[in-house]
């Protein structure tokens, strides 16, 4: 009968010791699911964030050109100092200015508007800076491009 008894612990207990492994089995996956989805949570609030900021900074940019263009027609101390703060309000959010005079033309953050006898694909003039945010264009820079006769012309 003792052997009996025995042999019956021995299951309970080799039972009881796979469903211990299973429950720990299922408790790290679930652990490790968890620890995921904080991850992607996180992974997507950034996103949100850095598109909202996008979104913002892209209308801000416009203001600034504006603020630009009323510089330099009333020339304005006050405007002057008001668009360095703004600037500097706008670099410590991560946006860049791209301003390419004198750069060899890059497709990637430059939009050719025009082309005029000069320095082959070379920045001759910039209509419009382009901006950057935390090393994304935003809006590329609009400019004139250097081209040869020959290339204008055809």
């Known amino acids: 009968m003792t052997d009996k008894k025995?042999?019956?612990i021995n299951i309970k207990t080799s039972e009881l010791l796979d469903k211990v492994n299973s429950l720990e089995d299922k408790l790290a996956r679930s652990l490790a699911d968890y620890s995921n989805l904080?991850?992607?949570i996180e992974s997507q609030r950034q996103l949100f964030v850095t598109l909202a900021t996008t979104s913002i900074l892209s209308?801000?940019?416009?203001v600034l050109?504006?603020?630009y263009l009323a510089q330099k027609h009333l020339n304005d101390p006050g405007l002057k100092m008001a668009i360095d703060k703004f600037n500097s309000v706008l670099k410590t959010e991560g946006l860049e200015e791209i301003n390419p005079v004198n750069l060899e033309f890059d497709p990637?953050?430059?939009e050719c508007i025009q082309a005029v006898d000069g320095q082959e694909n070379f920045v001759i003039e910039v209509k419009k800076l382009g901006y950057k945010l935390n090393g994304h264009v935003i809006r590329p820079a609009q400019v004139t491009v250097g081209k040869t006769a020959d290339q204008i012309t055809n």
């Open 108 to 110: 990637q953050s430059m």
């Open 6 to 8: 025995t042999k019956n």
């Open 59 to 62: 209308k801000m940019v416009e």
């Open 65 to 67: 050109d504006d603020f």
């Open 38 to 40: 904080e991850k992607r």
